[in-house]
């Protein structure tokens, strides 16, 4: 339901962005009837079954857009991720860095655009019941970590959120407990920051702070003293990889501009490892945060 809502959460299409998409779109052949122009942010969820061609592209004759071209400035959601075969999942990894694919077959090379929001939803295990401090658990530990195992470490180097989500208590099913927000607001928001990143990011080649290499935020944009400290730490830990710091440093920028800070500060650095790792930094929570 969360991954669904997504579309609506972010801004409507550029004018190039939906040239882009319906480029793709009808290149698909699924471009929608009396609809010429795409001008919200598409959403692909692919069976897990989904062989890797389906998902980054390909077929007989000339190659075809996959589910991350047709996700193209939208969303690519996973549900039961680890049930993927693991050659499809590692396929995702070079568009997730580069933003296109390039599919190469005996009548041609294609190079696909596929800059998406990739979205995963995973079981702690096969049943689905470990969380639950092993209650009703039957799943052994070796059967746990080879089903965890299935994602692999560098795809989910290239996972900025990674959140625990918790069981639906009773309250919560009775529809008792509080009444989150709606995606209206949640949305004014999103592009509130979307705004304050697009004016800082102006008349350079990027437009969102997903796109900024890190050496560029490091150097254009520096944060103040001691703010990276904690992301710094992990790395000499080993904790993070070199692309995980910059990747947190990206994070910290749109926590940033969601709180309507000028730059990142050391709580908004603590909050994105947190979001990250799933450790505790001290930070507080910062509500409706979207990336």
Known sequence: ????????????????????VTAV???????????????????????HSATMQSLVGGGNGLPRPGAV??????????????EFSARALDALRQPLESGHVVVARSAGVVRLPARFLMVL?????PCGRH???????????????????RLSGPLLDRVDLRVDVRPVDRADLLGRGGR?????????R????????????????????????????????????????????DLERGLLTARGVDRVLRVAWTVADLAGHDRP??????????????????ATALAGVAS
Do not use: K
């Open 69 to 82: 071209s047709l996700a193209h400035r939208g969303i690519l959601f996973l549900d039961e991720a680890p």
């Open 265 to 282: 500060t050391a709580r908004d650095v603590a909050l994105a490892l947190e979001l990250r790792t799933g450790i505790a930094r001290g």
């Open 180 to 188: 989150g927000e709606s995606t209206e607001t949640v949305a004014a």
């Open 190 to 233: 999103v592009r509130g920051a979307r705004e304050r990143s697009a004016a800082r990011l102006d008349g350079t080649p990027w437009s969102v702070n997903s796109e900024v290499p890190g050496h560029e935020l490091r150097t254009r944009w520096p944060l103040g003293p001691g703010a990276l400290a904690s992301a710094e730490r």
């Open 25 to 47: 779109h009808s290149v698909a052949g699924i471009l929608p009837p009396g609809q010429p122009l795409v001008d919200t942010a598409p959403y692909c969820a692919p069976h």
């Open 121 to 125: 939803a995973a079981n702690p295990c």
């Open 1 to 20: 339901m969360l991954a669904e809502r997504l579309p609506a959460v972010l801004p409507p299409l550029t004018r190039q962005e939906s040239l882009e």
């Open 131 to 149: 969380t639950l401090h092993g209650a009703g658990c039957e799943c052994p530990p070796s059967v746990i970590r080879r089903y965890q195992a």
